[in-house]
């Protein structure tokens, strides 16, 4: 078993930054893709960032040019860095780590207008 701990959300205004770190217990080498998806009060968990174990990268499109996912293996942890922040990037932002899968249990971005 591995747990993910999301951390590094918050509220912020828009145009500003915040990053946000995903801690594995153990090691994330073994992955296939370490992701964030992120969920929106009633809308559906949608994929924001995934980078593969060989550090292919593959973003939304809502999102391309301002997040920016990479991954420390040597700390077991991945970070999406998150700029120019609009007032509807604020959601619920998951970890999700494949395969096997498991997901993180959130850390909320409230982004102000």
């Known amino acids: 078993q591995v747990q993910l701990v999301e951390s590094g959300g918050g509220l912020v205004q828009a145009g500003g930054s915040l990053r946000l770190s995903c801690a594995a217990s153990?090691?994330?080498?073994?992955?296939?893709?370490m992701g964030w998806f992120r969920q929106a009060p009633g809308k559906q968990r949608e994929l924001v960032a995934t980078m593969s174990s060989g550090g292919s990268t593959n973003y939304a499109d809502s999102v391309k040019g301002r997040f920016t996912i990479s991954r420390d293996n040597a700390k077991n942890t991945v970070y999406l860095q998150m700029n120019s922040l609009k007032p509807e990037d604020t959601a619920a932002y998951y970890c999700?780590?494949?395969?096997?899968?498991?997901w993180g249990q959130g850390t909320q971005v409230t982004v102000s207008s």
């Open positions: 153990g090691s994330i080498v073994r992955f296939n893709t």
């Open positions: 999700k780590a494949s395969l096997p899968l498991y």
